[in-house]
T-cell receptor, first 115, second 114 residues
């Protein structure tokens, strides 16, 4: 059973470009979470999605960031007009249910570098 | 809002030494508690978790943790560390009445000298 997959693993963008990060949850999991880890900091929650629905986006920056989890295909975290401060590791996690007793399983992360 | 503190940012131990990593959280409601580990070059893996019941929980690789509600703490322990335990350790808390988000501590980098 494959784990959570993220691609690309490393992404380099120049300021002003767009970054698209993909996350394929574990088989059978319909809940996806995105977290961001800035250098020398812990992971910070960004957004929680179910298929075709955003459930909680309280951690998302108000501008330039968006996320989706379509009926078919991976979840996408999109960052428009990237700035240097967006450089971070972005982790995706998935769980099978919405219960608080569910473990979230993490992917390997995408390391975004903005030049 | 919930916050999680890990007191030690860097810990260096010799093999066979005992380990205790501190974790405290701020919100006093019903919480679920987790320790994750990130080995060099790998993704986060669950070490152990506490939802209810016995406050002493055992995880993989000989790790254990104790939930002390009165102290808002969930410290991680291992009686005898190995070189292969070199990794970064993250404590995380989920508030049962505040959605499914995990709030993470800043992490503790553990280096075990052979």
């Amino acid at each position: 059973n494959a784990g959570v997959m993220q691609n690309p693993r490393h992404l380099v963008r120049r300021r002003g470009q767009e970054a698209r990060l993909r996350c394929s949850p574990m088989k059978g999991h319909s809940h996806v979470y995105w977290y961001r880890q800035l250098p020398e900091e812990g992971l910070k929650f960004m957004v929680y999605l179910q298929k075709e629905n955003i459930i909680d986006e309280s951690g998302m920056p108000k501008e330039r960031f968006s996320a989706e989890f379509p009926k078919e295909g991976p979840s996408i975290l999109r960052i428009q007009q990237v700035v240097r401060g967006d450089s971070a590791a972005y982790f995706c996690a998935s769980s099978p249910w919405a219960s608080g007793t569910d473990t979230q399983y993490f992917g390997p992360g995408t390391r975004l570098t903005v030049l | 809002a919930q916050s999680v503190s890990q007191h030690n940012h860097h810990v260096i131990l010799s093999e066979a030494a005992s380990l205790e990593l501190g974790c405290n959280y701020s919100y006093g409601g019903t919480v679920n508690l987790f320790w994750y580990v990130q080995y060099p070059g790998q993704h986060l893996q669950l070490l152990l978790k506490y939802f209810s019941g016995d406050p002493r929980v055992k995880g993989i690789k000989g790790f254990e943790a104790e939930f002390i509600k009165s102290k808002f703490s969930f410290n991680l322990r291992k009686p005898s560390v190995q070189w292969s335990d070199t990794a970064e350790y993250f404590c995380a808390v989920m508030n049962n009445n505040a959605g499914n988000m995990l709030t993470f501590g800043g992490g503790t980098r553990l280096m075990v000298k052979p």
